[in-house]
């Protein structure tokens, strides 16, 4: 489903990625681990496409298109959807204006009809209720005012909504108390499907008790220095990342 | 906070109306006659051996000066001035040329003395740190009286000097650059001083170098019904750095006098130049008789690539201060400060504040105000910020705060911001207030009275800008906010 | 400078021309008319040197002086109202007023709404009528000079007055249009006294045809006597060609809510004058616009907002949008006499440059006197945030929409804040503005 193949990324003129490579197979749970500063973050914005990444080199491949010439939009079309670390309020944009506008954009974008209003509200509403998001959030701004947690909420209830082929969970436990990361890791785990891959990034082990991965690769120094099991998240947990670290200094 | 004691302890001492500075200094002058028109000028000339085209330079300001204007838009009044009842040149007649130290007058060495600026090299180094020197260029009246270090920094290749010395040692840098920041037809008091001055330093620093030492000038006006018209000219050639700090006193006296200052800097590629003043001028007595007119033309060009210009003020003294040390960040990736302490009471008039001008890519600005008005006094910040057509990415952030002190007083805020470009960013706050009462009652319920409260509330709201300061100074201006502000509470 | 004579251009000659020929037909006191022609011919048009007139400069934008419009024949008026399209969505009692001049036939004066009563401005200058006394409550306007020539032209326009006690629940729409193919000017005079205690919501709007020099000068003068409760909503229509002068006067009492909010959209030149003076102790008063500009438009929003009186609270908020080669300006000025101890004075201007060619300036000003005042004010200006950008589009909205629905919810908030929370046929009238502007940006 997703292939990055050698993907070198700049930031005013710093390097972040360093030639990673990553394959992710349909209905995948790959998690992503690494310490703080090794490009965790850099590598979910340019998969989603934010501008201020510059990518010298190498590709990304989502369904055999290579998405690195789309505008985030398309690539949201085209089924990438990211959960932001931290979800940027908009003030003055209600909440169910801007699911609207997502979910009909993206179904105008593939040829499908919009929906009519009450349709559109019944399915926030049965994914609202899922998540535990009362109705008087809906009704606020967007993120404007909402807890970590509940912004976190918010993402996954969109992700749900959008029904995107590749979701991206950037470090969605920070923040979260041990109720709240349960509640978003059912969320995500409500969404498994075969035709549906994740990426999960984390800096702990914690997340992936609730969401349990196919795959873990360890990332230091812009690129994937090993990859494995489940059981790889358990050894860094035990060890810590210093060991990598190390390699990253070398 | 030992030095907020300090503060206190220092209020305690001084009588309401007590300016420290205002002694005279008993010394045979030599001046120009009274009033201005060429033959004074070319008096003045004269008197410095001046080159011909220095003199030429002077007489076409003069003729430009005679056909403008004096600004009537800063929120200051008073009475008209006569510019030809003033004195232009005032000289100590001892004064003739000094070639060291020991040929200055020892009146002059004392008064300097009990400003606590003492200029023979010696005294200055018992017990300091060489890197905590300090090198000053000792300005009294229309003349400078002494350089120090002159030889250490020479040996890192600065140039400081008089102006007055400059034009005679290096002609090539003063016609170089002299003008090319605050041109001779800028503005009323700029024409004025480049007919007129008669002296102020000189700062040359070569590429690369890092100035070994902080720079000073020290003002001093002192003789009657003399106007002082000191002219700066600061350049800090690519890669280097300099921080030069200036302080102002004067006699107290009933009149009020005119002091018309240029500062021009010019900071090519790379290069920093930190400016900082501690101005402290005579501010007339409580009922507003007497003080010094402070109508002063600061500004800085950012010429080069990523270069620096930091002014940090500290204005306590003068009857009126008009006065916008500004930025002209033309260099891409260039960078302008401003800090500013402006603290009235009194009847002092206080219209100040800065202008940033972005004119290359990725620039940077941030200015800091904070206004302390007291008794009778105005207080006024006025500022300037504008981004051109191509000045992509330019950042600004400013912040201007005002404290009341009493209801006699008035704080006012006049901000411009233009921006003709889409990317860049501008931000301005700025807020007016009083010390909260819960703020003051808090303090006083563990133990310090009103004025102490006060002092160390002032204190706090200053801080910001207090830090930017070269330390020994940062104490020193301390110092004075409180002093300015002595019998301003109840 | 002072002492040097002033010299008159072909336009300041023109206008003299035109004062000359009309004061003599222009009802009430030619005196008073004279008298307020001479501050203006004292002064001449303002231009960039005069400092409230910096950024908006008169004198070189009026290359001709438009002749003060005649009536229109009503099927021409009734016309022109009905291409109006602002608040009709909106029950209201409407007031027209087509080229300067009160339209009978296309009004609802048959019924107001109980307590309100109304003359038009023409017959209050002829018949010399009483309240007239209360115009010019504001000093620091009658010092201006597009005030002085609104006095020295004044027409028409109506002269309203809500009895104390009443809730007038109907709002009042004064509607403006200015029709025909030739550059007319207009000058129309409007005073509202709101009795004590009672309550009222004003709607002004404003269309003027595209591409004609149209030059509209509009004062409105509010009195508000204590307890009152005001709204007043305004949309400035202009059209493209139009060079607009407005004036709004807020004189508050006691314990009074007052807010006006004015949406300026697509003008060829508006400068919109708003003076608020605080009176009387306890009020607030809320002075909101929202400013849509492309091409090479101008507007210019300048307030001078006196607290006299302690205890008073005002919030000022603005918002524009440029695009193009488009001119916003926004002055501001909050000052706060030694007497009104305890002012809470927030003022905030926020403009988004939308393209390299636009240009937005902000004067925020603080004069304050008291000490014991909370006083701020903030500007900014800046692009569109570009990581609320990405977030949007992150979620598969292309750009131009993205952008769209960013700008519209930062226009919004000056709506937010001013209209009722419930009143929601309210805002969409005035959001309308903003929406038709961004579907027209495209």
């Known amino acids: 489903m997703l292939e990055i193949k050698n993907l070198v990324v700049e930031i005013e003129g710093n390097r972040i990625l360093n030639g990673l490579d990553l394959t992710i197979n349909n209905g995948e749970i790959a998690a992503i681990m690494g310490p703080n500063g090794s490009g965790k973050s850099t590598l979910s914005y340019v998969i989603a496409g934010k501008d201020e990444y510059e990518v010298l080199d190498g590709e990304i491949i989502l369904d055999g298109q290579n998405v690195l010439e789309m505008d985030p939009a398309e690539r949201a079309v085209a089924g990438v959807f990211l959960a932001f670390q931290y979800p940027l309020e908009i003030p003055g944009v209600a909440t169910m204006t801007f699911l609207k506008a997502a979910l009909n954009a993206q179904r105008k974008a593939r040829g499908e009809a919009e929906l009519t209003t009450p349709d559109f509200i019944k399915r926030v509403n049965e994914a609202a209720q899922k998540l535990a998001i009362p109705k008087e959030m809906l009704k606020r701004a967007l993120n404007v005012g909402f807890s970590g947690g509940e912004k976190k909420r918010m993402e996954i209830l969109q992700m749900a909504l959008l029904e995107p082929r590749f979701c991206i969970l950037d470090e969605t436990d920070s923040g979260l108390d041990i109720d709240a990361l349960r509640i978003a890791a059912e969320g995500v785990n409500a969404l498994r499907s075969p035709d549906r891959s994740f990426l999960v990034i984390t800096h702990y082990q914690r997340l992936l008790n609730y969401i349990v991965p196919d795959s873990v690769h360890v990332m230091a120094g812009g690129k994937i220095v090993k990859s494995g099991g489940k059981e790889l998240a358990l050894e860094l947990e035990a060890n810590g990342y210093a060991d990598y670290k190390a390699q990253e200094a070398a | 906070m030992p030095a907020v004691q300090e503060t206190i302890d220092r209020v305690k001492e001084i009588d309401v109306d007590q300016y420290k500075y205002g002694f005279e200094t008993i ?99 018992a017990g300091i740190a060489p890197e905590n020197r300090v090198a000053v260029d000792a300005v009294f009246d229309s003349v400078s009286v002494a350089t120090t270090f002159k030889k250490e920094l020479a040996e890192a290749g600065v140039i400081f000097c008089s102006i007055s010395e400059a034009v005679h040692e290096h002609p090539e ?105 501690v101005q402290n001028w005579y501010p007339g007595d409580a009922q507003g008789k007497g003080g010094i007119y402070n109508f002063v033309t600061k500004r800085g060009d950012c010429r080069g690539k990523n270069s620096i210009i930091t002014w940090t003020q500290v204005e306590t003294g003068s009857a009126i201060t008009w006065k916008y040390p500004s930025c002209i960040l033309r260099g891409d990736g260039s960078r302008g400060e401003f800090y500013s302490i402006a603290v009235s009471n009194g009847r002092q ?137 002595e019998g301003s509470v109840g | 400078m002072a002492d040097m004579e002033r010299i008159n251009t072909p336009v300041e000659t023109a206008i003299a021309e035109h004062f ?231 004189h508050l009492g006691a314990h009074v809510a007052f807010d006006t909010l004015n949406m300026i959209a697509r003008p060829g030149l508006v400068r919109h004058q708003v003076f608020m003076t605080f009176a009387g102790e306890h009020s607030k008063g809320g002075v909101r616009g929202a400013t849509m500009l492309g091409e090479r438009q101008h507007a210019d929003t300048t307030l001078f907002v006196n607290h006299v009186a302690p205890h008073c609270e005002s919030r000022e908020l603005f918002k524009t949008a440029l695009d193009g080669n488009a001119t916003g300006v926004f002055q501001g000025r909050i000052a706060v006499a030694k007497e009104a101890q305890k002012t809470d004075g927030q003022m905030m201007s926020a403009a988004v440059l939308l393209s390299d060619g636009a240009t937005m300036n902000n004067k925020p000003e603080l004069e304050i006197f008291a000490d014991d005042v909370l006083c701020a004010h903030g500007a900014t200006c800046g692009e569109l945030d570009d990581d609320l950008l990405f977030y949007l589009m992150a979620r598969g909205i292309p750009r131009p929409e993205a952008e769209a629905l960013l700008i519209e919810s930062f226009l919004g908030e000056t709506v937010e804040e001013a209209v009722d929370e419930t009143d929601e046929a309210m805002r969409e009238a005035l959001m309308g503005v903003a929406r038709t502007w961004l579907a027209a940006r495209g």
């Open chain 2, 27 to 125: 010394i045979e002058m030599e001046k120009a006659p009274k009033g201005l028109n060429e033959d004074i000028i070319r008096f003045i000339s004269a008197k410095k051996n001046e080159p011909e085209w220095m003199l030429e330079w002077r007489l076409d300001a003069y003729r430009r000066w005679l056909t403008m204007q004096e600004p009537d838009w800063a929120r200051v009044n008073y009475p008209k001035i006569d510019f030809n009842d003033l004195y232009y040149y005032a000289a100590p007649k001892s004064n003739e040329a000094p070639k060291s130290l020991d040929e200055v007058d020892p009146e002059i060495l004392k008064t300097y003395e009990k400003l606590g600026i003492p200029l023979r090299e010696q005294e200055m180094l």
């Open chain 2, 173 to 277: 840098l003063v016609k170089k650059y002299l003008g090319t920041v605050v041109p001779k037809s800028d503005n009323f008091y700029a024409s004025l001083n480049s007919a007129v001055f008669t002296d102020g330093s000189f700062v040359y620093v070569p590429p690369g170098v890092r100035c070994p030492m902080e720079l000073s000038t020290y003002f001093r006006i002192n003789e009657k019904e003399t106007g002082q018209f000191e002219r700066t000219l600061i350049i800090a050639d690519k890669g280097s750095y300099v921080s030069y700090l200036e302080g102002c006193t004067a006699p107290q006296r009933d009149e009020n006098q005119l002091h018309a200052a240029v500062v021009e800097l010019v900071a090519l590629d790379d290069a920093e130049i930190k400016y900082s003043t």
């Open chain 3, 20 to 250: 000359a020929g009309a004061k003599a037909v222009l009802p009430g006191d030619a005196g008073a008319r004279e008298t307020a022609f001479a501050r203006f011919a004292e002064a001449g048009l303002p231009h960039r040197r005069v400092e409230e007139w910096k950024y908006t400069d008169l004198r070189s934008v009026m290359r001709e002086a438009a002749p003060l419009a005649p009536a229109l024949a009503d099927d021409d008026a009734v016309a022109a109202l009905e291409a109006s399209p602002w608040f009709a969505g909106i029950e209201a009692a409407r007031i027209a007023i087509a080229n300067g001049h009160v339209v009978a036939s296309a009004s609802d004066f048959a019924d107001l709404p109980e307590g309100v009563s109304l003359e038009t401005t023409a017959q209050a200058l002829a018949s010399g009528h009483p309240d007239l006394a209360a115009l010019g409550a504001i000093p620091e306007a009658s010092e201006n000079i597009a005030y002085a020539l609104n006095s020295a032209f004044m027409s028409d326009g109506v002269v309203i007055r809500v009895a104390a006690g009443t809730k007038v629940e109907t709002p009042l729409h004064l509607r403006f249009v200015i029709t025909g193919d030739s550059a007319v000017a207009t000058a129309t005079r409007t005073l509202v006294i709101v009795e004590k205690g009672a309550s009222v919501t004003l709607l002004e709007s404003h269309d003027s045809a595209d591409d004609v020099a149209h030059q509209p000068n509009n004062v409105v003068e509010i009195v508000a006597e204590d307890e009152t409760e005001i709204a007043h909503f305004r949309i400035d229509g202009h059209g493209s060609g139009a060079q607009a002068l407005s004036t709004l006067t807020a």
């Open chain 2, 349 to 485: 008039q206080i219209d100040s504040g800065t202008k940033m001008i972005h004119l290359g890519k990725n620039t940077t600005s941030r200015i800091i105000s904070k206004g302390i008005s007291a008794g009778h006094s105005e207080n006024t910040y006025r500022g300037l910020v504008s981004a051109h057509r191509k000045a992509s990415g330019a950042r600004n952030f400013t912040n201007c705060d005002s404290l009341l002190i009493g209801n006699n007083c008035g704080a006012h805020t006049v901000p411009y911001i233009e921006s003709k470009n889409a990317s860049a960013r501008f931000e301005h706050e700025a807020t007016t207030s009083k010390i909260s009462d819960e703020q003051l009652f808090y303090v006083m319920q563990r133990g310090l009275d009103e004025e102490e409260a006060v002092a160390l509330i002032v204190n706090g709201f200053v801080k910001d800008v207090l830090q930017k300061l070269p330390m020994e100074f940062a104490v020193e201006a301390q110092k004075l906010i409180s002093i300015s502000l």
